[in-house]
């Protein structure tokens, strides 16, 4: 992960769901620049189309942009929702490669940084948006300084969770909405699983819907090769009485392997959550529910 500078311009995109107006974003904006951060609007930020942010090559053109302006030092979206996964095929992962710059979003962007870490190499930060972050008068502590801590090029140890698996493992992070992770899975977008800790959150899923995404990322390319799983917040995730609990989908879910596993890190859709270095390598101890984050 790279170190921004105060002073630094940041490409402001909306790779996902449209924003309407600027409004939407303006307690975000003012947050950025009171960081010392200069923040650039895309040129199609504030286009729509259906529910999306503009039509697919629009919203990968901001992003092609800013991969291409050496001022540029990060990318911030703006919101997620849904669409992310059909500009994939127009961004241009070699451009990225040779101008790697981080971009910072939550859950439905994770699809493009997911694949700009499998494609280009870019570790990505994973867990603030600009404007779910932003519904009430001030943003959350926690969000904001593990933002600001990574921003400054510092490795954070996030304490978390409970032991489910007890073992110690070291990976690559990979950190995303359960949901969207599954929408990759067959595309050249979808990540390798060798080596890495496997992090997993959703929202507002029925119990046997997540039972089923857990069962077919079992079924995925190198899963037996995943060195831990950690299982986030399942906000709002509720089911019949026959679908059992969330911690039925979970236990089924690591029959037949032997990797560490640990339950309820705080990471998901809640009003707080910690900021995650997406690509990054990391140490994980599930006895002691910490989650360290390495030099690359």
Request: charged share 20%; net charge negative.
């Amino acid at each position: 992960m790279m170190k921004i500078e105060k002073g630094s311009k940041v490409a402001i995109v909306a790779p996902s769901a449209q924003i309407g107006e600027i409004s939407k974003i303006e307690k975000g904006l003012k947050y950025l620049e009171s960081i010392g951060l200069i923040p650039v609007l895309g040129k199609n930020l504030l286009c729509s189309h259906r529910y999306m942010a503009g039509s697919d090559t629009q919203r990968a053109d901001d992003i092609n942009s800013a991969f291409s302006d050496s001022d540029i030092k990060a990318i911030f979206c703006v919101r997620a929702a849904a669409g992310a996964t059909r500009i994939l095929p127009y961004i241009d992962y070699k451009l990225a490669q040779k101008n790697p710059k981080p971009v910072i979003g939550f859950c439905d962007n994770v699809a493009l940084q997911l694949a700009l870490n499998k494609l280009s190499g870019i570790t990505c930060l994973n867990g603030f948006s600009l404007t779910y972050d932003f519904r009430s008068a001030s943003p959350d502590s926690v969000i904001c300084a593990d933002l600001e801590q990574q921003l400054a090029g510092k490795l954070p140890v996030f304490k978390s969770g409970k032991t489910l698996r007890t073992g110690v493992a070291e990976g690559k992070l990979l950190c995303a909405n359960l949901s969207v992770l599954m929408r990759l899975a067959g595309t050249p977008y979808f990540p390798d699983l060798n080596g890495k800790i496997l992090l997993v959150e959703d929202v507002h899923e029925r119990l046997h819907k997540i039972d089923v995404m857990l069962q077919q990322l079992k079924q995925q390319p190198n899963f037996h090769k995943l060195e831990a799983v950690i299982f986030g917040q399942f906000t709002d995730c509720t089911g019949d009485e026959e679908d059992g609990t969330l911690l039925d989908c979970f236990d089924d879910f690591l029959q037949n392997t032997n990797f560490p596993a640990i339950i309820d890190f705080n990471f998901g859709h809640t009003p707080s959550r910690r900021v995650l270095p997406l690509g990054s390598p990391a140490k994980l101890n599930t006895d002691s529910a910490t989650l360290e984050i390495l030099a690359d």
